[in-house]
């Protein structure tokens, strides 16, 4: 897995060059320049990039392939989009999405009052607002504010309560109404990890007994022809094409028959999200069994289909995706802070001028191991080890012995691996699995891969450098938390490899893709690490990058605040105790105290250059 997988989860956004990973792109710059850039600034700890040019790209393809399929069907709908806001609402990513989003009159959806605020304050005046979720009074109210602003806005209903509270809504504040949407409940529901939003038994939607109950209460309320959409979200990440169709030949029907009960401005069908991103970074491994091709030309022929044969018009389609187009366009670069078996070289070793012949032999092993004996001296060296520490069990060996095992066992194991390539896989495997090495990330886990934590999601990884060199060392990854599940495990089924690198004489970044779509939001403080630094990339004319919009990991204090501590509490606390000890260099201490309370939590570690 020399290129990590990149021709496989990266769609052209990034690729290798000259060692380094690159972002294809006007002038191509590499990550490692980015970060290197960032970092001379003085910023440590991990870094979120965002690329404006990858939202602006997923935009233009999820238009581009709509719109193509549109044609060659000549369908008669139009295609039109929203970005749910819960998959990313960080200022620097909506301001983007936002003025990318105005050429393409794409809109926003919120699910939330907050989210719902978001949308009015920042949305395209002619681009569409849909609101979904549960409702109370004061949601709807801001659904009705939006609408007297002039945007385009949608209430979904969830439940026939929130249909009630609409129509009091619409007595109380009157024209312009917003359109009423109807989520349906279907039976078919999605895959995976995150299909519990389909299915009979969801959470959301309205039955077909409880669609008919609404119909009536929206004609009984002169309301029907305010009735304009149905939705359905059957999950996030949809891997394969099947349940989708299934799902849309049900709504496609629904829709039918509601046109035929009289529901006649009823012009769109919204398809929710799902639309799955490749995480993948392994050949045998696929996330999604379609492309955006796929789905635009079942999504348009299905609904044509239906259309036709039950005599109705040809909805306009509504897509909700947030994943596919938030996903690419922030990448998490993280410091490796340490490596934990480095001392494991030829220098560390501590050789007797008589050492235990199990020992002996060992190196003698290490220095005649090549391409014909590997694996067998592989073996041979576990069986030495097994037997050197039972003998440090008993007492025969002593400590500077079990080191020189340590150390020679790895240095054969590393060998091996060289050795033997791709000759023996399943022996190799195992080797392996034998010799992780842990990678120490100046990073939170529960902070920055929050979905790896509570899903198990893997996110592409790579190192930025040193990719014209084979990577030797099987990787485990593991964070600053105090928490053992603060890592990622070396698994052989989707083995990671990374290089052996001296971190005295260089630096090693390893970069998360695929992170802008609801990591950021659902990233938790554990351990109060807070949102890494973030800087978003921009290219102008010429094609030159300028590193625009930093926000810097929140400082301690800040931290603290958000915590609703009071920091003046905190700090005069801080600074008695120090004026009441017996200590000689008060004010040094205090002004120390007063530069670390300013400083984010990450580590700050310098790499320190060997001579
Ligand atoms: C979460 C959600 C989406 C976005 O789903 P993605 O899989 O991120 O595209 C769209 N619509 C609704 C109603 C949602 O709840």
């Given at each position: 897995?020399?290129?990590?997988?990149?021709?496989?989860?990266?769609?052209?956004?990034?690729?290798?060059?000259?060692?380094?990973?690159?972002?294809?792109?006007?002038?191509?710059?590499?990550?490692?320049?980015?970060?290197?850039?960032?970092?001379?600034?003085?910023?440590?700890?991990?870094?979120?990039?965002?690329?404006?040019?990858?939202?602006?790209?997923?935009?233009?393809?999820?238009?581009?392939?709509?719109?193509?399929?549109?044609?060659?069907?000549?369908?008669?709908?139009?295609?039109?989009?929203?970005?749910?806001?819960?998959?990313?609402?960080f200022p620097n990513f909506v301001s983007s999405l936002v003025d990318i989003a105005k050429e393409y009159n794409y809109?926003?959806?919120?699910?939330?009052?907050?989210?719902?605020?978001?949308?009015?304050?920042?949305?395209?005046?002619?681009?569409?607002?849909?609101?979904?979720?549960?409702?109370?009074?004061?949601?709807?109210?801001?659904?009705?504010?939006?609408?007297?602003?002039?945007?385009?806005?949608?209430?979904?209903?969830?439940?026939l309560g929130e249909l009630e509270n609409i129509i009091e809504a619409a007595k109380e504040y009157k024209d312009p109404i917003p359109n009423i949407g109807l989520r349906i409940r279907l039976h078919s529901s999605g895959i995976g990890i995150w299909a519990k939003s389909g299915g009979i038994n969801s959470k959301f939607g309205l039955t077909s007994t409880e669609l008919l109950e609404a119909v009536e209460l929206l004609k009984k309320n002169d309301l029907l022809d305010r009735f304009t959409m149905i939705h359905f979200h059957i999950g996030s990440q949809i891997g394969e094409i099947n349940p989708v169709k299934k799902a849309l030949r049900e709504a496609g029907n629904i829709y039918a028959e509601?046109?035929?009960?009289?529901?006649?401005?009823?012009?769109?069908?919204?398809?929710?999200?799902?639309?799955?991103?490749?995480?993948?970074?392994?050949?045998?491994?696929?996330?999604?069994?379609?492309?955006?091709?796929e789905f635009t030309n079942d999504v348009v022929f299905l609904l044509k289909e239906i259309a036709t044969q039950k005599g109705v018009d040809e909805p306009d389609i509504f897509t909700e995706s947030g994943r596919f187009i938030a996903a690419s366009h922030a990448v998490l670069i993280t410091p490796v802070l340490e490596l934990f078996s480095q001392?494991?070289?030829e220098k560390g070793l501590r050789l007797k001028k008589h050492n235990p012949p199990l020992v002996q032999e060992l190196y003698d092993l290490y220095k005649t191991i090549n391409p014909s004996n590997a694996i067998e001296y592989f073996h041979d060296s576990?069986?030495?080890?097994?037997?050197?520490?039972?003998?440090?069990?008993?007492?025969?060996i002593d400590l500077q012995d079990r080191s020189n095992t340590e150390i020679l066992v790895h240095l054969i194991i590393k060998k091996a691996i060289e050795l033997t390539?791709?000759?023996?896989?399943?022996?190799?495997?195992?080797?392996?699995?034998?010799?992780?090495?842990?990678?120490?990330?100046?990073?939170?886990?529960?902070?920055?891969?929050?979905?790896?934590?509570?899903?198990?999601?893997?996110?592409?990884?790579?190192?930025?450098?040193?990719?014209?060199e084979t990577p030797t060392r099987s990787a485990s990854?593991?964070?600053?938390?105090?928490?053992?599940?603060?890592?990622?495990?070396?698994?052989?089924?989707?083995?990671?490899f990374l290089h052996d690198v001296d971190l005295k004489k260089e630096e090693y970044f390893l970069a998360f893709f695929l992170v802008g779509a609801y990591q950021e939001i659902l990233g938790m403080?554990?351990?109060?690490?807070?949102?890494?630094?973030?800087?978003?990339?921009?290219?102008?004319?010429?094609?030159?990058?300028?590193?625009?919009?930093?926000?810097?990991?929140?400082?301690?204090?800040?931290?603290?605040?958000?915590?609703?501590?009071?920091?003046?509490?905190?700090?005069?606390?801080?600074?008695?105790?120090?004026?009441?000890?017996?200590?000689?260099?008060?004010?040094?201490?205090?002004?120390?105290?007063?530069?670390?309370?300013?400083?984010n939590n990450y580590l700050k570690i310098e790499v320190k250059k060997d001579g």
């Open positions: 897995m020399k290129n990590y997988g990149i021709d496989i989860w990266s769609n052209n956004d990034f690729f290798i060059d000259e060692g380094v990973v690159k972002v294809n792109h006007a002038s191509c710059p590499s990550l490692y320049e980015i970060t290197k850039k960032i970092r001379d600034t003085g910023i440590r700890g991990p870094i979120l990039l965002r690329f404006p040019h990858l939202i602006k790209k997923q935009i233009d393809s999820l238009f581009s392939e709509f719109n193509r399929a549109i044609k060659s069907f000549e369908y008669k709908g139009r295609f039109n989009a929203v970005f749910p806001l819960k998959v990313n609402q809109g926003l959806e919120a699910g939330s009052k907050a989210e719902l605020i978001i949308a009015m304050a920042y949305n395209n005046k002619n681009a569409p607002i849909t609101v979904n979720g549960f409702k109370d009074k004061g949601m709807i109210t801001l659904g009705f504010i939006a609408a007297k602003m002039g945007y385009d806005t949608t209430l979904t209903i969830e439940g509601l046109k035929k009960m009289g529901a006649k401005n009823l012009n769109n069908i919204n398809l929710g999200g799902g639309l799955a991103v490749e995480y993948s970074q392994h050949e045998h491994i696929h996330n999604r069994n379609y492309t955006l091709t001392e494991y070289t576990l069986d030495h080890m097994e037997s050197l520490l039972t003998l440090f069990d008993l007492g025969y390539k791709d000759k023996d896989r399943y022996e190799l495997k195992r080797i392996q699995d034998r010799v992780q090495e842990r990678y120490l990330l100046n990073f939170s886990l529960f902070q920055s891969l929050p979905d790896y934590w509570g899903l198990g999601q893997r996110f592409p990884v790579m190192p930025l450098s040193r990719l014209d990854l593991w964070d600053i938390t105090c928490d053992s599940d603060g890592e990622i495990d070396f698994n052989v089924e989707r083995p990671l403080k554990h351990n109060l690490f807070t949102h890494p630094t973030e800087v978003t990339v921009e290219f102008d004319e010429d094609g030159n990058y300028r590193l625009e919009k930093m926000v810097e990991a929140q400082s301690i204090l800040d931290i603290l605040y958000d915590l609703d501590y009071d920091i003046n509490e905190i700090q005069s606390n801080l600074k008695q105790l120090i004026a009441a000890s017996s200590c000689e260099d008060k004010e040094r201490l205090l002004e120390i105290l007063s530069i670390l309370l300013h400083e």
